[in-house]
C-alpha cells in the first residue's frame, strides 16, 4: 500500500488521464469502463448514475481492479486491486465535482457540474487491497524482469 506514496503514483493519481475500472458481470464475464475520478488520499472515488450496469453488480460483486496509465514510453501504470463501496447521493458528489474541475478545468468543470445538480448520483469508492507500478524505466512487467 505504501507503492500509494511513489511519485509515480501521486502523479497518476493527480494526472487527467481517465482511470479504467474493471469489474465482473452478473454471468462472470469482465467489464472494463473508463472514468474520471478523484483520489481523496485513501481511496479513489468516482461518481455515476444511480441506474448504471455497475451499479447493478457492484453490491453483489464489490471487488474491482482499476487502472491509470499514461499512453507514452516510458509508460507509466498504476494498479490498484480493491473492493468497490457505494452510497447513493441525492445530488453531485463532492468528488465526482472535484474530478470535473481536474479534467475540464475550473471554470468549465463547474458549469458541467451545475447542468447535474439536484440529480442522483451513486459515489462508488475503490478502497484499495493490492497497488503495483510499472514506469519502464526501474519497474517492469514480470515478464520482462530477468
Known amino acids: 500500500m ?17 482511470a479504467r475500472l474493471a469489474y465482473n458481470w452478473s454471468d462472470g ?8 475520478f478523484h483520489w481523496d488520499g485513501r481511496n479513489v472515488v468516482v461518481g455515476t448514475p444511480p441506474g448504471a450496469p455497475k451499479v447493478k453488480v457492484l453490491g453483489s460483486r464489490p471487488d474491482v481492479a482499476l487502472t491509470i496509465d ?8 498504476l494498479s490498484i486491486r480493491g473492493r468497490a463501496e457505494m452510497d447513493l447521493l441525492d ?5 465526482y465535482a472535484a474530478a470535473a474541475e481536474r479534467y475540464f478545468g ?4 463547474r458549469a458541467w457540474v451545475e447542468q447535474l445538480r ?10 484499495p487491497e493490492w497497488v ?3 514506469d519502464f524505466e526501474t519497474r517492469l512487467p ?3 524482469s530477468l
Open 106 to 109: 475550473e471554470e468549465q468543470g
Open 118 to 127: 439536484g440529480q442522483p448520483m451513486c459515489r462508488i469508492r475503490v478502497v
Open 70 to 77: 499514461t499512453d507514452a514510453f516510458p509508460y507509466r501504470v
Open 29 to 36: 464475464t469482465p467489464r472494463v469502463v473508463p472514468m474520471w
Open 2 to 18: 505504501s507503492l500509494l506514496e511513489d511519485p509515480v503514483a501521486q502523479q497518476l493519481l493527480a494526472s487527467p488521464v481517465p
Open 142 to 144: 514480470s515478464a520482462l
Open 132 to 134: 503495483n507500478i510499472l
Open 91 to 95: 445530488d453531485v458528489a463532492p468528488e
